[in-house]
């Protein structure tokens, strides 16, 4: 187990340095601007997992979190003028409270029912926001970039940067689930929850736990998005796409194991942002229909389900 | 109707427990006691509130009056998990294992969240107990086996083996023998009577009236929610009011 920590943070730390230098060396901002959509999915699909997948409540409700992170980013722009990191790290608290109050509101809720009442929460807060006239309303709002810092020469470089960051970060909480007895819990309360009680398993604790990091993580990879654009919008922030598109990502690479949300992220990310320029941007919900239904049918465990039983969950990596 | 007293202090101590649901009484006014490692069988016809009062005591359901005292405290509002911490293992009617996990991970899961986990340092401690309880129950060949190739008798061992997992001072078989062989019957019963030697109470639900008889130092027999015979197994078995609510007679 500690040779494949080491390995785990030698692999993050080159990974940091290859994104640091590609922010150095290239001069074109086009892959910096397709390649900070694909981290960012990798972000999202990774902290879904950890509710989502490793403890079976399928959450609808992506974009409501994502959508919680681009506004509580808009409201400290606009009240307060405050910098990235401080957007990011009062997003994570924010979208942690949000999981708390799905988690505490949905106790006795599973299955699909699970799933309804959070695309219920994403409807509640986008009517919220679209009636709140200070962060925009309906209309959206339009934001100035602050100067961008050395040692980057553009914001967007940056972005791409912050969220490679945010990967590692995500990844890291993600796999210390996998890797403890609480990734062993919530598993086991995924297969049979009463099972579980009855085991000694603390299933509310621990569910109450996977939905405020995941929440966190979810809506502090949404934070940066609204400096990506420069503005936000009610529809865009709370676009539905989100969840379907996390959805699809993870369960295509596979929920069993971190590696697989990021597989598929990057997979799918890496498609929709490859088809968006060549074809249209509105193919890529037709593709990711066609994937997931394939998956489905050919590869109900994901990538990591076919690549092999190494990954299983039960193996410690 | 004679009813010894429990030989020492009570291990578990039912209180006037009522339950209902709607307008059916499951449990009407349940009274008593349970000793340290007593061998006690609980009977009854289908319907009579067997499975009702086990998950009154593991947690799974609240009662609507009265109370649960385990080992000198009152555990009536407890949830599951803390009953397991402080000493209540149960198997169920159905088996229900964790499906996505091996055997000896199903036992993992008991030790990495018991009371007990202190006791052991490492996750290697932890998987050597696990070992050690799948050899005792004879599953130990089948620990890197995932659940859904194990058979019926298999399956219900290793319920067993979870339950013990978390070492308990009280478990509550539900049924484990439903389904097997005579020879499987008697496999199962050699284990539960092994543990009774450990000081580990045990609560028998079962059928199969031959093991009732052989397992169980007080037997107790529900119908309807009711208590209608508690004592010695062949006492009870020679009551008229068992023989006409359970055989049927």
Same mark, same amino acid.
């Given at each position: ?60 409700? !992506? ?85 961008? !810092? ?37 598993q086991a309360?995924r297969d ?64 069993s ?12 990310? !890496? ?40 990954? %299983?969950s039960g193996? %410690?990596? | ?25 499951? &449990? *009407?006014? /349940?009274?008593? *006691?349970? @000793?340290?490692?007593? =061998?006690?069988? &609980? ?15 593991? +947690?799974?359901? =609240? #009662? ?12 009536? &509002?407890?949830? #599951? ?6 000493? /209540? ?9 964790f499906r996505s996990m091996?055997?000896?991970e ?17 996750? +290697? ?21 995932p659940t859904a ?13 979870? @339950? ?25 019963? *050699? ?7 450990? *000081? ?7 059928? /199969? ?41």
């Amino acid at each position: 187990m500690q040779r494949s920590s080491i390995a785990f943070w030698a692999g993050a730390i080159v990974f940091l340095a290859v994104v640091f230098a590609m922010t150095q060396l290239l001069q074109n901002e086009y892959p910096f601007f397709a390649g900070y959509v694909i981290l960012q999915f990798v972000v999202l699909s990774v902290a879904w997992t950890i509710l989502g997948g490793y403890a079976g409540y399928v959450n609808f409700g !992506t974009n409501a979190f994502f959508g919680v992170g681009v506004y509580t980013a808009v409201l400290l722009v606009q009240a307060y003028k405050a910098p990235l990191g401080v957007q990011i790290g009062v997003a994570a608290v924010v979208g942690s409270l949000l999981g708390l109050g799905v988690g505490l509101l949905t106790l006795r809720m599973r299955g699909i029912f699970f799933s309804i009442a959070t695309i219920a929460l994403a409807i509640v807060i986008e009517t919220t926001v679209t009636n709140w006239r200070f962060v925009g309303g309906a209309a959206g709002i339009q934001l100035q970039r602050p100067p961008v !810092t050395a040692p980057f020469d553009s914001y967007v470089k940056m972005l791409f940067f912050v969220q490679a960051l945010l990967v590692v970060l995500a990844v890291a909480i993600t796999r210390f689930i996998q890797n403890s007895r609480i990734g062993r819990g919530l598993q086991a309360l995924r297969d049979d929850e009463l099972a579980a009680e009855c085991t000694g398993v603390p299933t509310l604790r621990l569910k109450l736990l996977a939905c405020m990091i995941s929440g966190a993580l979810i809506s502090a990879g949404g934070a940066p998005a609204a400096m990506y654009v420069q503005y936000a919008n009610p529809d865009s922030a709370f676009n539905l796409n989100y969840s379907v598109s996390v959805l699809a990502m993870s369960l295509i690479g596979g929920t069993s194991h971190w590696i697989g949300p990021v597989l598929g992220a990057i997979l799918l990310g !890496t498609t929709q942002q490859y088809l968006a320029v060549t074809i249209s941007s509105e193919v890529n919900v037709l593709v990711l229909g066609i994937m997931l239904v394939l998956f489905v049918v050919a590869a109900p465990k994901g990538i990591i389900g076919l690549v092999g039983k190494s990954l %299983r969950s039960g193996d %410690r990596a | 109707m004679t009813t010894p007293d429990a030989p020492q202090e009570p291990l578990l101590r039912i209180e006037a427990l009522t339950r209902s649901f709607g307008g059916f009484v499951a &449990l *009407d006014n /349940i009274t008593v *006691d349970i @000793a340290k490692g007593e =061998r006690f069988g &609980l009977i009854g016809p289908n319907g009579s509130g067997k499975t009702t009062l086990v998950n009154c005591i593991s +947690g799974a359901l =609240r #009662p609507n009056k009265g109370s649960v005292v385990f080992a000198g405290e009152d555990v009536t &509002l407890l949830s #599951p998990n803390l009953r397991s911490h402080r000493g /209540i293992a149960r198997s169920f009617q159905i088996p229900r294992p964790f499906r996505s996990m091996t055997v000896v991970e199903n036992l993992m899961v008991a030790l990495d969240f018991a009371a007990h986990r202190a006791t052991f340092e490492t996750e +290697g401690h932890r998987r050597e107990a696990a070992m050690s309880i799948l050899s005792r129950i004879g599953l130990a060949t089948r620990a890197n086996v995932p659940t859904a190739a194990l058979t019926q008798v298999e399956l219900r061992k290793m319920e067993l083996a979870r @339950a013990l997992a978390t070492g308990p001072k009280l478990l509550i078989s539900d049924e484990a023998m439903a389904g097997l062989s005579t020879s499987e019957v008697d496999e199962v019963l *050699d284990l539960l009577m092994s543990l009774g030697g450990e *000081d580990i109470a045990i609560i028998m639900i079962e059928h /199969i009236m031959q093991a009732v008889m052989r397992f169980s130092q007080r037997v107790m027999c529900l119908d309807a929610g009711r208590i209608i015979a508690i004592g010695a197994p062949s006492e009870v078995m020679a009551n008229a009011r068992v023989q006409e609510a359970y055989l049927g007679t």
